[in-house]
């Protein structure tokens, strides 16, 4: 079982960064790999990126990619999520979500076992 919380959301203005943080407890978080996804209202929940249970492979849908990065540190049981060049698209509730190794259907929620509250983003144009 592992429990997942994330931080780090707020209201920024376009152009400018948030780091998202998503603290898990359990002694297997290593063997997780890991995912955000995002909600915006009226929306359906969508994959924003992934990273292997290493760490050595990540994985970003294209209306992020080259402006966000995700990271992990297995030693703090952490993952994170730098968004840079933010936009008034990215507003939504932002998810971390804990998954098995298999990569087949990584963007899909239904892969990801665990689920934290969400943290809210608004970004103001």
């Known amino acids: 079982q592992v429990q997942l919380v994330e931080s780090g959301g707020g209201l920024v203005q376009a152009g400018g960064s948030l780091r998202l943080s998503c603290a898990a407890s359990?002694?297997?978080?290593?063997?997780?790999?890991m995912g955000w996804f995002r909600q915006a209202p009226g929306k359906e929940r969508e994959f924003v990126a992934r990273?292997?249970?290493?760490?050595?492979?990540?994985y970003y849908a294209d209306s992020v990619k080259g402006r966000f990065t995700i990271s992990r540190d297995n030693a703090k049981n952490t993952v994170d999520l730098q968004a840079n060049n933010l936009k008034p698209e990215d507003t939504a509730v932002y998810y971390c979500?804990?998954?098995?190794?298999?990569?087949?259907?990584?963007?899909?929620?239904?892969?990801?076992?665990?689920w934290g509250q969400g943290t809210q983003v608004t970004v103001s144009s």
């Open positions: 979500a804990a998954g098995g190794p298999i990569l087949v259907g990584y963007a899909s929620a239904s892969k990801y076992q665990y």
């Open positions: 359990g002694r297997t978080f290593s063997t997780y790999a």
């Open positions: 990273i292997s249970s290493s760490g050595g492979r990540t």
